[in-house]
T-cell receptor, first 111, second 116 residues
């Protein structure tokens, strides 16, 4: 399987805490993207980091990329109950045609 | 601007029946994709298209066919449904490599398919 892997599979935290999820991928990439999926809904794009970048910020999101280890991490700071969702990483291959998704992390943020 | 829409939202089929899932986008995107999502498996690519009239196989194409006769539509067909095809199907689209290569995908709301 080409699928990447994410850990943890599930994460439960309290509001105000930070949430960190990790992603590993298998092939050379052009960029890596993170998506969010609320229960029963389609995926929504959160942030993209290119292969020549090491860190990127967007609001309460911080993404890092280590191409030597083929891994990425997503940090959500000061989590809110509304952040409860599944989060997926997706690596874009160097041909720009396909995304390969990870298996996802289910985040539960309790009030 | 509706984005990406999928029809139907939910369907129950008997083994051996056929059906077509329709994906439509109004963003003039070149690339379109069909994924299936199963518990604990993330999204897996079934087929994709990089332009009108073109299609290509993804990771799990067996048992499915696709057509892209119009740029805005991407159809996914199941000729003889099997219980293993019970899943949630998502369509997505993107501008494609001409937009600079840093592509994000826009997803439809999904179609839940149950094959008995």
């Amino acid at each position: 399987s080409q699928q990447g892997e994410e850990d943890p599979q599930a994460l439960s935290i309290q509001e105000g805490e930070n949430a960190t999820m990790n992603c590993s991928y298998k092939t050379s990439i052009n960029n890596l993207q993170w998506y969010r999926q609320n229960s029963g809904r389609g995926l929504v794009h959160l942030i993209l980091i290119r292969s020549n970048e090491r860190e990127k910020h967007s609001g309460r999101l911080r993404v890092t990329l280590d191409t030597s280890k083929k891994s990425s991490s997503l940090l959500i700071t000061a989590s809110r109950a509304a952040d409860t969702a599944s989060y997926f990483c997706a690596s874009m291959n160097t041909g720009f045609q396909k995304l390969v998704f990870g298996t996802g992390t289910r985040l539960l943020v309790s009030p | 601007n509706a984005g990406v829409t999928q029809t139907p939202k939910f369907r129950v089929l008997k083994t051996g029946q056929s059906m077509t899932l329709l994906c439509a986008q109004d963003m003039n995107h070149e690339y379109m994709y069909w994924y299936r999502q199963d518990p604990g498996m993330g999204l897996r690519l079934i087929h994709y298209s990089v332009g009108e009239g073109t299609t290509a196989k993804g990771e799990v194409p067996d048992g499915y066919n696709v057509s892209r006769l119009k740029k805005q539509n991407f159809l996914l067909g199941l000729e003889s449904a099997a219980p293993s095809q019970t899943s949630v199907y998502f369509c997505a689209s993107t501008h494609g490599a001409r937009a600079g290569g840093a592509e994000t995908q826009y997803f439809g709301p999904g179609t839940r398919l149950l094959v008995l």
